[in-house]
Antibody
Framework: DVLLVESGGGLVQPGGSLQLSCAASGFAFSASTIHWVRQASGKGLEWVGRIRSKANVYGTAYAASVKGRVTISRDDSKNTAHLQMNSLKTEDTAVYYC?????????WGRGTLVTVSS | DIVMTQSPDSLAVSLGERATIDCKSSQTLLYSPNNKNYLAWYQQKPGQPPKLLIYWASTREAGVPDRFSGSGSETDFTLTITSLQAEDVAVYYCQQYYTTPWMFGQGTKVDIK
């Protein structure tokens, strides 16, 4: 079965940093593009960014709201993707999901909560 | 960016009745080389991640009841629940995956009348 498990969330002060991880299993992780999507409490879904496969030169793209403050990376040897978030703002408070989609389905983790507060 | 607009924002339907949600994109989601529409529908219940219902605009995900169906092409899409059940109470989102940034509709809350 496909499994995506996010970790690394928690409480951080404004201006702080946090690294989220997404551990994957059950599919061809190294060939897959991994996306991060977030959802503030009671709000809709917001795409954060993505990282492509090695075959696509690990290309990254980011939402305008986080560009310059976040970096997505991956370790295909560990089937893991990371979301490094710096200069965090209160408006970054959300549940962060990793997700991937292919020709046959889409897979989402259960998310990890990031709270930015003093 | 491709803007996704859902309507209505909420609706209440009697058990066993039909629910229809529309989704409009600001640009075509039809990729001509493979004739596929890069449009997905999700169901989300409180405290849970989004659950994929439909992809390629009309392909039902495995295990999704056949009362859920998707239709449409290019810029206009519809999710239909033909006979609403109590367990269908949720928020529904459309999403374009034609290009980045992925964009989602604002969500439609479905309740029982």
């Amino acid at each position: 079965d496909v499994l995506l498990v996010e970790s690394g969330g928690g409480l951080v002060q404004p201006g702080g940093s946090l690294q989220l991880s997404c551990a994957a299993s059950g599919f061809a992780f190294s060939a897959s593009t991994i996306h991060w999507v977030r959802q503030a409490s009671g709000k809709g879904l917001e795409w954060v960014g993505r990282i492509r496969s090695k075959a696509n030169v690990y290309g990254t793209a980011y939402a305008a709201s986080v560009k310059g403050r976040v970096t997505i990376s991956r370790d295909d040897s560990k089937n893991t993707a990371h979301l490094q978030m710096n200069s965090l703002k209160t408006e970054d408070t959300a549940v962060y999901y990793c997700t991937t989609i292919n020709d046959y389905s889409a897979y989402w983790g259960r998310g990890t909560l990031v709270t930015v507060s003093s | 960016d491709i803007v996704m607009t859902q309507s209505p924002d909420s609706l209440a339907v009697s058990l066993g009745e039909r629910a229809t949600i529309d989704c409009k994109s600001s640009q075509t989601l039809l990729y001509s080389p493979n004739n596929k529409n890069y449009l997905a529908w999700y169901q989300q219940k409180p405290g849970q991640p989004p659950k994929l219902l439909i992809y390629w605009a009309s392909t039902r995900e495995a295990g999704v009841p056949d009362r859920f169906s998707g239709s449409g092409s290019e810029t206009d899409f519809t999710l239909t629940i033909t006979s609403l059940q109590a367990e269908d109470v949720a928020v529904y989102y459309c999403q374009q995956y034609y290009t980045t940034p992925w964009m989602f509709g604002q969500g439609t809350k479905v309740d029982i009348k």
